[in-house]
């Protein structure tokens, strides 16, 4: 994305104030939406995203 994220490799190394401020938002981000809401569970590290982004590929080739 930029140079300012070189050195992240997994989720551990972002500051925390950080990943306050996403949780933040993805917690929030749907509260004008009638009945709609989101619930943030934890965080995984980057192996995990890296399988869900490749179970989602699968998900829609088999659609």
């Known amino acids: 994305l930029s140079k300012e ?10 500051p925390e104030l950080l990943k ?3 949780a ?8 004008l939406e009638k009945g709609k ?5 934890g965080w995984e590290n980057a192996e995990a995203a890296k399988a869900e982004i ?7 080739k088999n659609k």
């Open 54 to 60: 490749v179970a989602s590929f699968e998900r829609a």
């Open 5 to 14: 994220y070189d050195h992240i490799k997994d989720v551990n190394d972002l």
């Open 20 to 22: 306050a401020q996403i």
């Open 37 to 41: 809401w989101v619930k943030v569970e």
């Open 24 to 31: 933040h938002f993805f917690e929030h981000y749907k509260d």
